[in-house]
């Protein structure tokens, strides 16, 4: 583990000497190869809540959860490729928020900025604090604290200053490069990590059959089964709800519209290559569910453990009994994963009817304590710490790039040298990231603030797509119906949220805290039913103001509407290398695991 | 960008396999296998991070000396990231 962390730093250091003016520090220069980006691209991803959120859900769900993949993420990464690249790429604009300001004005650029630096300070702040208390859980460092003979309830903190300072250190000396190098090594270490767990697990279970034989409910296994309506699967959505509402709405505005993502492939050296990035990622992205929601299928299946005794002969003939005893929380869980305990008193929490509630975000956790020995299991922690770390770099370089050109830049201290944006970059890296510890530290003050903060993220989020979509392939569209159309489609998310509840849940941080008017099957449902709401309200309402209103003219709208700007010139490229050719291989294997997974 | 990422990339997986290998050399038929199934999770793992770390270290290694033969021509700011 210390290996890596030096390694982390040590390349922060080799590329500190390239740094030199703000593009380098910022855009990587604008140099990097496609294969390094793309795989950036669905690192800066993979963070915290998509490796212990994917487990758990598939512990929780079944292979359902795939879905976030195969009709959520991938057909978005191949439209974003195919389609939005050029406009991004081609315009020149250096961040999301610019390419706002380009195409329709000023106000919409602010709005976006605004609310996209704050989100990213939060969510590096989450998975700040996700991590802490995971470390403390799993008392990685329990050790070492024990042997230095310091109080052990100094390990949160420890944990939080640790990964600031890592974060704060390569990103400081070699900005976004030095970002997107550590998001591929923390790529290659979570492969390393996990793929030993999960071929262990599988021989543990016995296989593929033996894993079908020991699901509770069979079609675990099963992506498709029960689809048709909301009440026949594990899921509680309709087809409709998940096309729609994830397939379209939340991956679509996610990884078309989120700068945390598109940075890294607006790091590429040319047009081609931008629009490589998200192909080239879609490809390890498709196989991502057998590393991240198999090993939660795994936890699940495997046995529960329980107090056992053996009673063997030793050397010299005396009949010894060992009894392994386990703990409580494990006995009451299913499988690998443990039944939840309350953080204050320690008990078991019980649903209504008397039954343990497991905790699902331990599924991934447990299974590498369980599986791991000595050795093997510090690569696989490490594989799990570096998951939360590149999920926060991230998120500090799009929000030091974001602050210091749509919000410092344009609005604090116009005209000065580069130089002075350089160093303006360097001290936003740090103040994004006391800020991040902030948040984490007001996670521990208050149980529900993550909850309740990434509730104000979907509700802002939400909208988004519509705004780019109407702005890319529409010239009608304009500022002000793209200004009001944002801000609607974030109130119609807020009502419908307000207004509906999932089935089993209090009104309250769950919705229907105006009024409870239509209940849902799963949360879930009500998740993508907000999506839907909040971006048709989006598209009607900036269509309609549009309308009322004049648009840009065309000579303004040269390389970022799609009607106006001429189609890339690829005739010197042979037709296999084309980005078109490799998106539709990669439907083609999308669909086909679909198929084998129905 | 000068610097190639395989290359620290690689030393670090090479490193990680090295310790591994030794460190499940060390205890073959160990007790601290039997969470693992009996499988000597180090040992076989490590063994496969040295083969992918040398691989891409070598790889990097030789992108790099290509390079370094073939110095790319310089081409006029503005054209050379248009890309077309």
Redesign the interface.
């Known amino acids: 583990m210390l290996?890596?962390f030096v390694?982390v730093l040590?390349?922060g250091f080799?590329?500190k000497r390239?740094m030199k003016t703000s593009k380098d520090f910022f855009q990587?220069?604008?140099?990097?190869p496609a294969w390094?980006c793309g795989l950036a691209f669905i690192s800066a991803n993979l963070g915290a809540q998509e490796v212990i959120g994917m487990g758990a859900s598939g512990a929780k769900y079944g292979i359902a959860t795939s879905h976030f993949y195969w009709i959520g993420a991938i057909p978005a990464m191949i439209f974003v490729g195919i389609f939005m690249m050029p406009f991004y790429y081609?315009s020149k604009a250096r961040s999301v928020p610019e390419f706002l300001r380009l195409r329709f004005d000023e106000k919409t650029r602010a709005l976006n900025a605004c609310s996209f630096a704050v989100m990213t300070v939060f969510s590096s702040g989450i998975s700040m604090y996700a991590m802490a208390r995971l470390i403390q859980t799993l008392h990685v460092f329990d050790y070492l604290f024990i042997s230095a003979g310091l109080p052990l309830g100094y390990i949160f903190h420890f944990s939080i200053l640790l990964s600031a300072i890592i974060v704060l250190g390569y990103i400081f000396l070699g900005g976004l490069?030095s970002a997107i190098?550590n998001e591929?090594?923390q790529f290659?270490l979570i492969i390393?990590g996990f793929l030993?767990l999960v071929l262990?697990g599988l021989?543990?279970v016995g296989g593929w059959s033996g894993l079908k034989a020991h699901m509770p409910n069979p079609s675990y296994l099963h992506s498709w089964q029960g689809m048709e309506h909301a009440n026949t699967n594990p899921l509680g959505v309709e087809v409709f709800g998940l096309a729609m509402g994830l397939g379209f709405v939340l991956s679509f505005g996610y990884w078309c519209t989120d700068f945390l993502v598109i940075q890294t492939a607006m790091a590429t050296?040319?047009?081609?290559?931008?629009r490589r990035v998200p192909l080239i990622a879609a490809i390890p992205k498709m196989f991502f569910p057998f590393l991240v929601i198999l090993p939660g299928l795994l936890a699940i299946g495997a046995v529960t453990p329980h107090n056992t005794t053996t009673v063997h002969t030793d050397a010299s003939g005396a009949i010894v009994r060992e009894t392994t005893v386990v703990s409580e929380i494990e006995a009451k869980g299913q499988g690998l994963v443990p039944a939840k305990a309350d953080p204050i008193s320690g008990k078991i929490v019980l649903d209504a009817s008397g039954k343990p509630l497991l905790d699902y975000d331990l599924a991934i956790p447990s299974m590498l304590l369980?599986?791991?020995?000595?050795?093997?299991l510090g690569?696989g922690l490490t594989a799990l710490l570096a998951s939360f770390m590149s999920g926060m770099a991230g998120n500090v370089t799009a929000f030091n790039t974001v602050w210091t050109y749509d919000l410092y830049q344009s609005y604090i201290h116009k005209g000065a040298s580069d130089r002075h944006y350089l160093a303006m970059g360097r001290w936003a890296t740090v103040g994004g990231i006391l800020l991040s510890m902030a948040t984490a530290y007001a996670a521990t003050g208050f149980n529900n603030i993550m909850d309740t903060l990434q509730l104000v993220f979907s509700f802002v989020n939400a909208p988004l797509f519509a705004t780019f979509l109407l702005g890319m392939f529409w010239k009608r569209a304009t500022g002000n119906g793209a200004f009001i159309g944002l801000i609607s489609g974030t109130v119609a998310a807020v009502l419908h949220h307000g207004m509906t509840l999932p089935i089993e849940a209090h009104p309250g941080l769950h919705g229907g805290w105006i009024t409870v008017v239509h209940h849902y099957p799963s949360d879930m449902a009500q998740n993508f039913w907000t999506a839907i709401w909040a971006f048709s309200t989006n598209f009607l309402v900036t269509i309609v103001v549009s309308l009322f209103g004049k648009p840009k003219p065309e000579s303004e709208l040269v390389g970022l509407v799609h009607s106006l700007t001429p189609k890339?010139?690829?005739g010197?490229l042979p037709w296999w290398r084309r980005p078109e050719t490799l998106a539709i291989v990669l439907l083609v294997m999308v669909v086909t695991l679909n198929v084998i997974f129905r | 960008?000068?610097?190639d990422?395989r290359i620290?990339?690689g030393?670090?997986?090479t490193?990680?396999g090295l310790?591994?290998t030794v460190?499940?050399l060390a205890?073959r038929g160990s007790d601290?296998?039997l969470?693992?199934?009996g499988?000597n999770?180090?040992l076989?793992?490590?063994i496969v991070?040295l083969i992918?770390g040398s691989m891409m270290f070598l790889l990097g290694r030789a992108g790099q000396k290509r390079a370094a033969s073939a110095p790319p021509k310089p081409v006029a700011e503005g054209e050379?990231?248009?890309?077309?």
């Open positions: 290996l890596y390694f040590g390349i080799a590329l390239y990587a220069g604008r140099a990097l390094i081609g490069t190098y591929v090594l290659f390393a030993p262990i021989k543990n050296d040319t047009q081609e290559n931008a369980h599986y791991f020995p000595t050795g093997i690569l890339p010139e690829l010197h | 960008m000068n610097l990422l620290p990339m030393m670090m997986f490193l990680v310790i591994l460190y499940g205890t601290i296998y969470k693992s199934m499988i999770a180090n076989d793992w490590g991070l992918f050379i990231r248009r890309g077309h």
